[in-house]
Structure formats: structure tokens, C-alpha cells
């Protein structure tokens, strides 16, 4: 599945039940209004599905850059729960 995100073209894949993945390419996200969408997917995307949504690099899940809470939504930058403990 394939959508638009205040301009920046969003790739959606269900490679397994328990995890759905959406890829960006970097280089569309140009400047702050960008970079604010995909803050605002981001949050949007866990409050929906009340699971943490993950920012990563390609084949690097371990690595989260930005996360955001599902119980309220907001985004900080940082590495997953998981490599943080």
C-alpha cells in the first residue's frame, strides 16, 4: 500500500501479523514542515494502534531514532525501549 504524507510518499508492507512496517525515502523529508508530518504520522500511528511506533534506519529495528508513546502520543528521539534498558 502506497500513500502520501504531506508530500513525502509512504510505502506500507505486512511482512509478518505482529508488526507492520512503513518505509520514507530520507531525502524527501527536506525541511521542519517535513520532518513535522512524519513526527505527526509517527504519533498518530501509536495512539491509533495503542502499540509504540519506531523511526529506524533500514534492516536496523534495534536502532530507533525517534519513538513515540501509544498512551499519549508523543514523539522523542532516542533509542527503542528495548536497546535502552
Not at 511506533?53 to 533509542?79: H, I, K, Y
Request: net charge negative; aromatic share 8%; glycine share 8%.
Amino acid at each position: 500500500m502506497n500513500f502520501d504524507v504531506d508530500g513525502i510518499g509512504v510505502t506500507c508492507h505486512f511482512f509478518a501479523a505482529e508488526q507492520i512496517e512503513f518505509d520514507l525515502r530520507p531525502e524527501e523529508v527536506t525541511g521542519p514542515e517535513r520532518l513535522a508530518a512524519v513526527v505527526s504520522f509517527l504519533s498518530r500511528l501509536a495512539t491509533v494502534v495503542g502499540k509504540p511506533a519506531l523511526l529506524t534506519m533500514e534492516n536496523m529495528p534495534e536502532e530507533g531514532f525517534l519513538r513515540s508513546d501509544p498512551t499519549c502520543g508523543t514523539v522523542v528521539r532516542g533509542p527503542s525501549e528495548a536497546t535502552a534498558n
